[in-house]
């Protein structure tokens, strides 16, 4: 972490405004910007509640726009209804959005699919009506585990439209974290597909949902949809198991939404926390939605010719607020990607811009960072081989984006015309928080900039108190916002630990670490608890851990992160064996065996990099691992700190080899 604080730090370059952005932006010039946040600093309340009229279409209007009662329980225009699908998609239809291209769906073979918003309005109330036929209703939760298609942003609004609350796990996580998010949610219902296709490999989802409900909890789900994508191969189990196909034969294409209360849980999702179990974070519906769309506005700047593209999955945060809530919201068109930007080749993204005249680009430090290693080997592969004249914002998420790459995004993808937004944002909070405003904000690589309008972001110390500039602390949020987690589905008592500890004031405690320029440009250091952020992933250190343990060799585990050009972090993972320590070819043997372990436990997402054997690992005398020590081996630096309490110095020799 050190050597990228310095880095930050030691950049200075400014590049902006930009004026051919401005000249039409929501948000033009720092003046306007500031006029923003001043309305929203002086009068909360009444900021929040004029967006929330102006840009939600409620069943209900509310009377209240903050209930602060029972704190850090914070509940947003907590007397209204409305319905997110309706804001969504029934709110076009009467406008020329109707007939615009909602979705341009790029299968990873290249096909392309288009799909207005009429009709995905149209699919959305055939599936509402299917699932409610099959006797689900406002309350019950689905789990969606379906790969990047149009039938994914299908599941997700209709869930939205009936009140059914989703949680969509990722199709990279395994059949186990599939089981756990299943029972934790109370899941009674699974849409899926019979495989997802990446990379030109079919990879099996259904076998994955089949593994997992037949584990202790997985007979509360009473049906299983499946989406015939690739026409693999399915086990099937009669009663439970249903075509998408079939379920939506005769469906009305009408389907009334469902209004309900403004504090609805609209989803949860899965994070990774500092403790073993992932926690389930719970949005809201109006608050979230709200701020999804205006995100959409101050920060992608989005306007009826847009054509844009977030290249996340829909199994992570990003995809839910970029692909399905917030770009619907806006009316957009935007692109949607099955595959993998390294397939056929790694000019894959360029193409796609190229091809599809995309406007803003959205995506993620790790694919910026694998892509500038591909086209500087190979110029078939560069960006200046296309054109990508078409682009106007560029923006990256999910990790801090280091000055080099920020960069080389600017320079060659972006042409020195498109404002790179460098956005800090979590699951937790929603959507985006501070970054920067394409048409208004000066930018300084590797920077997030400034906090958006209403949000109250600070850098504080161990006792809450804000610290100078220049000086490095916690990442905090001093007061509530609509879009902000509500709590940890099933266990409120971790909510309140984790995300506002007394010691904090209240405010919320985002969980990074931060500083803060003489401008009052924000630069965040990365996390400062026991998570891990590999190639824009979020992992928990405990999480890989328990996984490991759970092996039957494994006497002991210890996971650290290192610093990694590509992924950002790599998971480095210190074993003592219940067996006398391996060498050679037989420690690789063993290294892999866990390695494929830890992917069928969590995913492969999860998998160790590096794995190093030791007889025992670092202990203080209290017996606490330590890993600050840990960290220093696995990055192989030398360590000048007294290890003399250290009940076998040798280990560190023997840790010091990786497999
Ligand atoms: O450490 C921060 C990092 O990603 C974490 C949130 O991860 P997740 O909940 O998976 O959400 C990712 C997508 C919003 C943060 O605590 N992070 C995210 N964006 C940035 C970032 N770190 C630095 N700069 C960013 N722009």
Redesign the pocket.
């Known amino acids: 972490m050190s050597s990228g604080i310095e880095s930050v730090l030691t950049e200075t370059r400014v590049f902006g405004p930009f004026e051919r952005v401005a000249a039409t932006a929501h948000i033009s010039g720092m003046d306007a910007y500031r006029a923003l946040y001043d309305e929203a600093d002086r009068d909360p309340e009444g900021f929040w509640a004029r967006q929330a009229r102006e840009n939600l279409i409620w069943d209900k209007p509310f009377t209240t726009v903050l209930d602060e009662s029972n704190k850090p329980f914070y509940r947003w225009f907590p007397d209204g209804e409305l319905n997110v699908s309706a804001n969504c998609l029934d709110r076009h239809l009467g406008t020329p959005v109707a007939d615009k291209t909602a979705i341009i769906f790029e299968a990873d073979d290249g096909e392309v699919t288009r799909i207005t918003y009429r009709e995905l309005h149209a699919r959305v109330c055939q599936l509402a009506n299917a699932i409610k036929s099959l006797g689900y209703q406002t309350g019950d939760r689905a789990i969606i585990y379906l790969p990047m298609s149009i039938e994914a942003v299908v599941a997700m609004q209709a869930c939205a439209r009936l009140g059914i609350t989703h949680s969509v796990v990722f199709g990279g996580f395994s059949s186990k974290s599939l089981h756990e998010r299943c029972v934790d949610v109370g899941a009674t219902l699974v849409i899926t597909a019979d495989e997802q296709r990446r990379g030109g490999r079919a990879i099996p989802l259904k076998r994955a949902v089949d593994e997992a409900l037949s584990q202790p909890g997985g007979e509360a789900v009473r049906h299983v949809i499946v989406y015939r994508r690739t026409g693999g191969a399915v086990d099937w189990n009669e009663g439970r198991d249903l075509w998408l196909h079939d379920v939506l034969e005769g469906q009305s294409n009408e389907c009334a939404p469902v209004p309900v209360n403004a504090e609805h849980p609209l989803f949860i999702l899965y ?1 990774s926390g500092s403790t073993g179990k992932p926690k389930g974070v719970q949005h809201s519906s109006a608050g979230y939605l709200l701020m999804c769309l205006l995100t959409m506005k101050w920060t992608f700047d989005i306007k009826n010719d847009d054509i844009f593209w977030c290249t ?1 999955d829909v199994g ?3 995809g839910h607020s970029y692909i399905v809530y917030g770009p619907l919201a806006a009316g957009a068109t935007q692109i949607m990607f099955e595959g993998v930007p390294t397939y056929p080749t790694p000019a894959r993204f360029w193409e796609m811009i190229q091809r599809h005249q995309c406007t803003i680009f959205y995506t993620a430090p790790t694919a910026i960072r694998s892509l500038i290693k591909a086209a500087e080997s190979n110029e078939e592969h560069h960006p200046r081989k296309f054109d990508l004249t078409s682009l106007r914002i560029i923006g ?6 280091n000055p080099e790459a920020w960069m080389w995004y600017f320079t060659n993808v972006g042409r020195e015309r498109c404002p790179v937004l ?8 929603g959507v985006h928080m501070i ?1 920067p405003l394409p048409g208004a904000t000066p930018l300084k690589p590797g920077s ?1 900039t400034l906090p958006l309008p209403g949000i109250d972001a600070a850098v504080v110390d161990e006792s809450g108190r804000e610290v100078e500039p220049g000086r490095g602390g916690f990442l905090v949020v001093k007061r509530p916002w609509p879009a902000m987690i509500r709590t940890i589905w099933g266990d409120p008592e971790r909510f309140k630990k984790s995300y506002f500890p007394p010691e904090h004031n209240g405010y919320y405690l ?3 670490g931060a500083q803060r320029d003489t401008d009052g440009y924000f630069w ?1 250091m ?2 400062i608890d026991d ?1 891990l ?1 590999v190639s ?3 992992l928990g250190t405990m999480e890989v851990e328990s996984a490991m343990v759970a092996h039957p060799l494994v006497a002991e585990a210890a996971v650290v992160g290192r610093p990694d050009a590509t992924t950002g972090e790599a998971v480095v993972a210190f074993v003592v064996l219940k067996r006398p320590l391996p060498q050679g070819d037989e420690a690789n043997e063993i290294a892999r065996e866990l390695r494929d372990w830890v992917g069928r436990e969590i995913g492969p997402i999860a998998k160790p990099r590096e794995i190093r054997f030791g007889e025992n690992l670092p202990k203080t005398r209290s017996g606490k691992i330590m890993r600050r020590l840990l960290r220093l081996v696995a990055q192989d630096q030398p360590i000048t700190q007294d290890v003399s309490t250290l009940e076998n110095p040798a280990i560190l020799t023997q840790l010091s080899q990786s497999y």
């Open positions: 994070t996340a992570w945060v990003t990256s998420v999910g990790e801090p984006i460098d956005t800090w944002w979590q699951t937790e909070t970054t997030c985002a969980g990074d965040i990365g996390r998570v952020n824009g992933h979020r």
